[in-house]
């Protein structure tokens, strides 16, 4: 290859690059509501990973989220809802979010992640000894495997470790 097609061929395999990873992780949450609101308790999820019904849906049922009672009112609660449903998976343009949406139904409005099609499915390998890890607190704990997963990376190959025997960590091998 010549000189002149050599640069130019490599700015390109770098913008290449660039635009994989970035597909590849959803955007982590900007607004500060969100992430002080909801990441007192857990991971402030990414609202790509739920379409718009299932976040109006979780926060109607605030009253009981997930056997706790909560309470997001006034000036919080629109702010909060506003970032969820302005970002859904139903209308982001991030490739990682329409693989949320993929196989769930036009009417299924889950309000776990855990619940998805998507979640399921990259999850199904995993031996149930995992699960009962006391590391684990419950299966949306993401952080504590996707160690990323607050920047939006919940990629196999960046960042992830699972529980191990005898206390260990150790990388996740797709057989």
Aim: hydrophobic content about 35%; glycine content about 8%; some cysteine.
């Amino acid at each position: 290859m010549s000189r002149g097609l050599l640069i130019p061929c490599l700015i390109v395999a770098m913008g290449a690059a660039v635009y994989a990873i970035a597909d590849a992780s959803l955007p982590p949450v900007a607004n500060e509501t969100v992430r002080s609101e909801c990441g007192d308790c857990h991971i402030s999820y990414q609202p790509q990973m739920l379409p718009q019904r299932s976040w109006r849906k979780l926060l109607d049922g605030l009253g009981d989220h997930f056997g706790e009672e909560l309470s997001l009112e006034g000036d919080s609660r629109q702010e909060v809802l506003r970032y969820l449903l302005d970002n859904a998976a139903d209308v982001s343009t991030q490739k990682q979010a329409r693989k949320f949406l993929r196989d769930l139904g036009s009417g299924d409005d889950p309000i776990r992640i855990t619940d998805t099609p998507r979640w399921k499915k990259k999850h199904r390998e995993l031996p149930e000894s995992v699960w009962s890890d006391s590391r684990i607190a419950f299966k949306g704990a993401c952080e504590v495997c996707h160690t990323k997963a607050e920047q939006g990376l919940y990629d196999d190959d960046d960042g992830l470790r699972v529980p191990g025997p005898g206390g260990t960590w150790r990388r996740w091998e797709d057989d």
